[in-house]
């Protein structure tokens, strides 16, 4: 297994061994460049993505509010050092690594560094919580968000061992 120096340098600061992420078979994402606003919170947070996935997005977001479902990013890009950032936060909060690791991807393994993977909200829905699969929110991007290229990352018993995260999607190309 053979990783880049940046993640290298992130899973040693964190005392994540390599063999540790090779054993969930996990892939390394590397950071994009080249990305563009996809959208813009009320407190003025900028979400970055590729493109083609800010264009897919856009689609999307559009298609589903003409069915009366509001979507809005909660996270999308995030770079290896903030990813650094969350799991050295739960740490400091008394977490252990195995637990953090179910929920937040090692450093340069997060789909959210390809800048492809956004975290989906709507009104009135739980945040980052997996009773989101109950709103009418996930059952609109269950049954349409393939047709924009979107694809639900992390489902029940996913081979990654990461939680079930309904409201993480990641952008593949349109089908």
């Not at 709507?122 to 929110?137: E, K, Q, W």
């Not at 924009?148 to 061992?161: D, I, K, Q, R, T």
Request: one cysteine or more.
């Amino acid at each position: 297994m053979i990783y880049s120096d940046r993640t290298m340098a992130a899973l040693t600061k964190l005392g994540i061994a390599p063999e540790r992420v090779a054993g969930r078979g996990l892939c390394e994402h590397p950071e994009e460049d080249g990305l563009v606003v996809a959208e813009t919170a009320r407190d003025g947070r900028e979400f970055l993505l590729t493109p083609a996935a800010a264009q897919a997005w856009n689609a999307m977001r559009t298609a589903a509010a003409s069915d009366g479902v509001t979507l809005y990013i909660i996270s999308a890009f995030r770079s290896i050092e903030r990813q650094v950032e969350l799991i050295e936060r739960k740490l400091a909060a008394g977490e252990t690594l195995d637990s953090i690791l179910t929920i937040i991807a090692p450093p340069g393994f997060s789909e959210h560094h390809c800048a492809r993977a956004i975290d989906i909200g709507s009104p009135g829905a739980p945040v980052l919580d997996s009773a989101f699969d109950r709103t009418p929110a996930f059952l609109w991007l269950r049954a349409h968000a393939g047709a924009y290229g979107f694809v639900l990352s992390y489902p029940e018993g996913n081979a990654a061992g990461y939680q079930y995260e309904p409201w993480h999607w990641c952008f593949h190309a349109a089908v």
